[in-house]
T-cell receptor, first 114, second 114 residues
Framework: KAGVTQTPRYLIKTRGQQVTLSCSPISGHRSVSWYQQTPGQGLQFLFEYFSETQRNKGNFPGRFSGRQFSNSRSEMNVSTLELGDSALYLC?????????????FGQGTRLTVV | AQSVTQLGSHVSVSEGALVLLRCNYSSSVPPYLFWYVQYPNQGLQLLLKYTSAATLVKGINGFEAEFKKSETSFHLTKPSAHMSDAAEYFCAVGVAGGYNKLIFGAGTRLAVHP
């Protein structure tokens, strides 16, 4: 069974640009969550999608958005990039919509904003 | 609001020694608690989870954790450290009613020396 796949693995963008990151969950999983990991702030929840609906959102500005498709694949978009957006972006998928089920994480996308 | 505190950002042990990583949580409702491990340039892997079934939880790679409500703690232990245990460890709490939202501690980097 294939794991969670995030593409691309590494990305370099310039301030002011926008970026789209992709996450393919484990087959059959309907929940996808996104996290930002930085040395200063640690792991912070961005948002969670279940069956194409955003159910929960973290405290991030509106420049951060996401969506989920009917095949459960998810994308997140960051517009008007800032230097502080440099981070490892992780997505996690789980089979059910409940917190007590295991979340499987991808390897992440390392975004560098210059 | 729920939160997690990990005491000690860096822990160093000798190979074969006891590993003890500390985690305290704050939650107004019975929590779901998790320990994840992250190796360099990798995503997170679930070590174990507490979902109220048993207070002593056994996980993968010989790790276990004990839920102590009176101390609001969920410390991670392993009787004998291996070199391969060197990684960063994260304690997390599941948000009540927050579906798959996890709140992570700041992490503890474990070093194992010969």
């Amino acid at each position: 069974k294939a794991g969670v796949t995030q593409t691309p693995r590494y990305l370099i963008k310039t301030r002011g640009q926008q970026v789209t990151l992709s996450c393919s969950p484990i087959s059959g999983h309907r929940s996808v969550s996104w996290y930002q990991q930085t040395p200063g702030q640690g792991l912070q929840f961005l948002f969670e999608y279940f069956s194409e609906t955003q159910r929960n959102k973290g405290n991030f500005p509106g420049r951060f958005s996401g969506r989920q498709f009917s095949n459960s694949r998810s994308e997140m978009n960051v517009s008007t990039l800032e230097l502080g957006d440099s981070a490892l972006y992780l997505c996690a998928s789980s089979s059910e919509g409940q917190i007590n089920t295991e979340a499987f994480f991808g390897q992440g996308t390392r975004l560098t904003v210059v | 609001a729920q939160s997690v505190t990990q005491l000690g950002s860096h822990v160093s042990v000798s190979e074969g020694a006891l590993v003890l990583l500390r985690c305290n949580y704050s939650s107004s409702v019975p929590p779901y608690l998790f320990w994840y491990v992250q190796y360099p340039n990798q995503g997170l892997q679930l070590l174990l989870k507490y979902t109220s079934a048993a207070t002593l939880v056994k996980g993968i790679n010989g790790f276990e954790a004990e839920f102590k409500k009176s101390e609001t703690s969920f410390h991670l232990t392993k009787p004998s450290a291996h070199m391969s245990d060197a990684a960063e460890y994260f304690c997390a709490v599941g948000v009540a009613g927050g579906y798959n939202k996890l709140i992570f501690g700041a992490g503890t980097r474990l070093a194992v020396h010969p």
